[in-house]
C-alpha cells in the first residue's frame, strides 16, 4: 500500500512543468494606447514577446472593425431610443400586471398595441444597422 502511495506522490509532484510566474508591467494610459495600435489587434502579451525577441509576428484573425453596416440607420435607432421613455413604461406596465391593477379596455389596448408596433420598428432598424438578417419585420 504505501510502495502505491508512494508513487502516486511522485508522479503528482514532477508529472507536469511548471510555468514561470506571469510578468506584470504598468504603463500610463498613454504608452497602452500606443502598444494597442502598434499591436494592431494582436493580444499584447503575444506583441511583447515578438517584439522584444525579434520573433515573427503572428497572425492575427479577427472580425472587422466595424460591424454596422449602416450608420445612419443606427443612429436613427439610438436617436428614438433616447427620446423614449421605453424602459420606464415597460416597467410601469410590469409592476402593474404584477399587482394586478392594469385596467384593460379598448383605449389602453390599442396604445399597448402600438407601443408594441413601435418596438418591433426599433428592433428592425437596429437588425438593419448591424447588418444582421431577419430586420425587415
Not at 500500500?1 to 511548471?18: C, E, L, Q, T, Y
Not at 504598468?26 to 494597442?36: H, I, P, Q, V, Y
Not at 472580425?63 to 410601469?92: F, I, M, T
Request: proline share 5%; aromatic share 4%.
Amino acid at each position: 500500500m504505501s510502495k502505491n502511495r508512494h508513487n502516486f506522490n511522485d508522479i503528482a509532484k514532477g508529472g507536469s512543468k511548471k510555468r514561470e510566474a506571469p510578468f506584470s508591467l504598468r504603463l500610463t494610459f498613454e504608452e497602452r494606447a500606443k502598444l494597442e495600435a502598434a499591436a494592431n489587434g494582436m493580444p499584447l502579451g503575444a506583441y511583447i514577446k515578438a517584439v522584444l525577441f525579434a520573433q515573427e509576428l503572428p497572425k492575427v484573425r479577427r472580425r472587422g472593425s466595424a460591424p454596422v453596416a449602416d450608420h445612419e440607420a443606427l443612429g436613427r435607432v439610438l436617436a428614438a431610443l433616447g427620446k423614449s421613455r421605453l424602459s420606464s413604461n415597460l416597467n410601469q406596465l410590469a409592476r402593474a400586471v404584477n399587482t394586478g391593477t392594469l385596467p384593460v379596455h379598448p383605449e389602453i389596448e390599442d396604445e399597448l398595441r402600438e407601443a408594441s408596433a413601435e418596438i418591433a420598428k426599433i428592433r428592425a432598424e437596429l437588425i438593419n444597422a448591424l447588418g444582421l438578417k431577419g430586420g425587415a419585420p
